[in-house]
């Protein structure tokens, strides 16, 4: 699947050649397929293509990761330092929003279908004209969910 072609790379960060691209374009995918699995869509989802250029463009402007440099009297701090191809907090909220995950914490039930617990409602019976039925009357029903 494609996130961004590389003319929308290229304008974004300037020249390169064709395989660091291509490069950068893959380890963002794989990077974002780790976060959202196979629930990306084509056309993407909105905010996916930004997420995306981001990353590889992290990839290829600052691979090491660098926080800041230093030549003579000129100092230069970058805003994001992270190392390599990962991705921020934001980065992986977006994603996930983008897709229909959830960002926070969740529950999951993991026990096998056939061990689920059943729950037994009583219930006084009804009789045929709407009322329950009386103090003599010792009918009952069991509902199962």
């Known amino acids: 699947m494609i996130l961004f072609t590389t003319s ?8 390169i050649p064709d ?3 291509q490069l950068a374009h893959d380890l963002t995918a794989d ?3 780790g976060e959202v699995g196979e629930r990306l869509t084509n ?6 293509k930004a997420v995306a250029l981001a990353v590889a463009a992290r990839v290829l ?24 191809v990962s991705l921020s907090d934001d980065e992986r909220r977006r994603l996930r929003r983008a897709v229909g995950l ?3 914490s969740s529950s999951l039930d993991i026990a ?16 045929p004209h709407g009322g329950t039925a009386g103090s003599g009357d010792m009918s009952a029903t069991w509902l199962s969910l």
């Not at 402007?61 to 390599?84: H, I």
């Open 8 to 15: 929308e790379l290229r304008l974004l960060i300037g020249p």
């Open 19 to 21: 395989a660091r691209a």
């Open 31 to 33: 990077a974002i397929r």
């Open 43 to 48: 056309p993407l989802q909105h905010g996916i």
């Open 61 to 84: 402007t600052n691979p090491g990761g660098v926080r800041s440099e230093q030549a003579g009297g000129m100092l230069v701090s970058y805003a994001d330092s992270q190392t390599g």
């Open 102 to 104: 959830t960002s926070g």
């Open 112 to 127: 096998p279908q056939d061990h689920a617990r059943r729950a037994s409602v009583w219930q006084p019976a009804r009789t």
